[in-house]
């Protein structure tokens, strides 16, 4: 069997050239799980009304300090909300909206695609995109798959749906075109380290990690530093029922109004910068995309 095509990656000395003269572009993002990411993770969850209301908390509480955050310093975000999130809170799908934010497709179950059948996976993006237009969502661009896994049924069914951007994957720290089976997307990457997930994340069957207080600023914020020598992009990733708890949502603070005070940074959603980067890139042949 042959082996597959190597991704192709961007030129090490390519210069993205970031609007007004920036020397890196940053992008906030947030997954928006609300009760979705327990329910996602076992039908069981239906009957724990105390896991599911910390769920809840993200869009009661999280979402509007974000957002407030977000307006006070003109920023505008991603936020990657799952189908069922949007049926449940339309309210909270309006307000993003209304602020000025893009709405990405992050499933509608919060299902991992890894752990469900092709079936499930289709099914995931077609109630998604149902989900977010009766809400009021224009039709999404981008994508962002729940816990981060792709497979290839997903991979070709963004490709069917016609997706402009992914933002799962982990093979660069750069946009760079991601392939799989003759077929293309441009990626937005992620990383564990850039999310609040791996740091405060905890439930009471698997535990978790409760980060020393400041490190979510301090490691975030060296690595807006270092993108800034290399002008590139960081995607940081955050949760709203878990950064908008008030002695977190604190280090969020912190790190926006460093950024912002530094000046040297594009602020964009992810839509603004594949727009951006899209036309520098080299797209795979194989895809012609």
Sequence with gaps: MPSPAPTPHPPADLDFAWPSGSRAAVSFT????????????????ARRLTSLSEGRYGVVRGVPR???LLAD???????FVPGHTAERHP??????LAAGHEIGHHGHLHLRSDKVSAAEQRAEIERGLVALTAAGAPVPTGYRSSSWELTPETFALLDEYGFGYDSSCMGDDRPYYETHDGRSLLELPVHWS????????WNIDTGGNTAA??????????????????RRHVCYTLHPEVVGRPQRFAELVRLVEAIAEDGQAWNAPLADVAAHVRPL??????AGR
């Design 194 to 201: 850039l999310d609040d997930w791996p740091r405060y994340g």
């Design 213 to 230: 207080p400041g490190e979510l600023h301090t490691s975030w914020l060296t690595e807006y530093a270092w993108a800034k020598t290399e």
């Design 281 to 286: 890139l080299p797209v795979p042949a194989a």
């Design 73 to 79: 310093h003109g920023i505008r975000a991603t936020f």
């Design 66 to 68: 974000i957002l407030r």
């Design 30 to 45: 947030f997954d928006v799980d609300a009760e979705a990411g327990w329910l996602g993770e076992d039908a069981s969850y």
């Design 91 to 96: 309210g909270t799908v309006e307000d993003i």
